[in-house]
Structures are given as C-alpha cells and as structure tokens.
C-alpha cells in the first residue's frame, strides 16, 4: 500500500509528465512550421499569378512583357532599346504583309524613285485589282502614322516595331481595317502630298497576321500597290557606313541607315516565288540587296511626296506629330 507522501509525490509527477509532452509537440509543430515556409518561400511582392491587364485591355503575364521594350534613336543614327529585348529569331525569317500569289511584281528597296530616296519596297497587283488584304507580318507595336492625299485620294502609312529590333513601314494603304482606322482618325487632316507622320501616345500592340488594311493604292488611276520596307534597328545596314552614303542620307538615319533587303529573309517557298516575279520600275537596283546594282538617281515622272523631316503643326489629342524621313513614296509605276 502507498502511504500519503508516496500518492502525492506521483500526484505531483503526472502533470509535470504531461507539460513535457506538451512541449515536445509544441516544438515538433513549430519545426514543421518552420521546413514549410523554407520548402515553400516567403511570398516574393515581384511576382504574381494574377494577370497584369495593361491600359490597352491586354493581359501579360508580367509586368516586363517583352512587348513593352521600346527603341529610341540617338543623334549619330543608333537605336537603344529601353530594356533588355528579346532575341530575334536566328535565322530571321519574314513571312509576307500580303497574298503573294497576287503579286504581279515587286518593288525593291534601297533605291531612288522619282529622284527621291526610298528605304522601302513594294508589291504591285494586277491594275484596277486594289481590294487586297494587308496584315501584319510580325508582333509589333504601331508606333506612328499619316494619312495624306495623292491626286485628292486618301492614303496612310504605319510604322511598327517588334520588340526584338524589327521595325517594318506599311504604306499606301486605301481602306484600313477598323482598329487602324480609328487610329488613323486622330491624325491630322490630310494634306496633298504631305505624308508627315503623326506619333501614337499610347502604342498599340498586334499580333502577326492581324489585318491592317483591305485596299491599297490608287483608285482612280487603277493603280493597285503598297509600300513595305523593313529595318534592323539593332545594326546599321552596310551601305550606311560609307560617308558618300551617309551625306547623301544624313537627314535620314532612322530608315535609309536602317533599311534591309527584306526579299533576302523570307521563306525558301517565298524567295522562289519573289524570284520569278519581275520588278517594278526603276528596276531591281538596291543599295540593301545582295548583287544588285547600286542605286542612282532617276527622272522619272514619280511624284515626290513631301519630305517627311520636317514637322507638322497639327497636334492631336493622343498622338505627337513627328518628322519621319523619307515619307510613303509612290510605287507601282508612279
């Protein structure tokens, strides 16, 4: 039998017993608590699973989409972009703005028509033929544009960048899809000859194939054609380091400095096709593409449209106008 003291003593003992279990499985949890905040991580503010909706309605899945790097120009002619961009496909491959098979002959680029300087190229279609479809070739942004009037008829030009470097021009455009052309309404009246273009405020993201535009050239003379160049702001092109080139184009280092020969970077299927059409007058000269002879001068009857370094004074509500050299030249025989 237990005597009092030896019932007190184990009285005495069980809750002691009991505070130590207590505290060993206070320290299990606490160590339990602590390997799943270390497996798991302290939530990190940078990141977020929750949709970044930009003021364009366009949801990214971070604040740095790719999309937002933005290319600014220096004084010398060199391009910067605001933030590291993306790498351009290797090897670049351009798909085409349009139907190819359509196409009745091109227009090179990097050449003189009309005794002015024109970066870009062009695609010519059967005469009266001008409801074709223009769509983007690749991502970009639509930085600027300008409509302007030829012999009294409407036209507009727009220029993209792709984040990686690629800036592309579509010009000549007649009838413009419905995104394009309420963007094309905030720019100021058109004027004849005066393809000055007009900077957006609030850039506007594409995607490629997106439809630009459903006519092109001019109506009234059945001339059915657009303007497509293309420039590579990463590098200045091989005409442009030599200083006769560069004199002669100094007021023009955003385009002439920038341009490429496009039909150089398309597809095996289209290459052969551009191949075997023929070219639009003044010929398959170009200072950007590979063994052709190098550009001169021209007296053709070509309409200069007015050059485009100077700046316009007439703002509009969402856009900045801006001096864009070597405005939309006239293809297809004009």
Known sequence: MLDENQKNDQITEKPSKSRMWLVVVLIFIVLGLGGYFAFT?????????????????????????????????????TYSASSTPPDCPTPLVLPLP????KVVSVLYPGQYRGDNYKPHGGFRFDDGSNNQTVVAPLDAIVIDGSRY????????????????GIKYRLGHLRTLSPTFSALADKFPAAQEMDSRTTLIDQPV??????????????????????????????QANEISKGTVFQTAH????????HGICWLDFLSST?????????????????????GSAAATT???PIPAVENATSTSNSPTNSSNTS????????????
């Open 41 to 77: 991580g302290r939530p990190n503010k940078s990141k977020s699973n929750v949709p970044i909706t930009g003021s364009n309605g366009n949801k990214s899945s971070t604040s740095t989409d790719s999309a937002d790097v933005r290319w600014m120009m220096a004084s010398d002619g």
């Open 98 to 101: 349009t139907d190819i098979s």
């Open 149 to 164: 009037l030829v012999d009294g008829e409407i036209q507009y030009t727009f220029d993209f960048i792709n984040s990686c």
């Open 205 to 234: 993201k594409i995607t490629a194939s997106d439809t630009i535009a459903t006519a092109v050239g001019l109506l009234s003379a059945n001339n059915a054609f657009f303007d497509y160049g293309v420039y590579d702001l990463r």
């Open 250 to 257: 100094s007021d023009d280092k955003d385009l002439s400095w």
């Open 270 to 290: 289209d290459t052969a096709i551009i191949q075997a059409l023929p070219a639009t007058s003044p010929g398959s000269m170009s200072d950007y593409c590979a």
């Open 298 to 300: 021209s007296s053709s």
């Open 323 to 334: 001096g864009s050299s070597s405005g939309s030249g006239t293809g297809g025989g004009r």
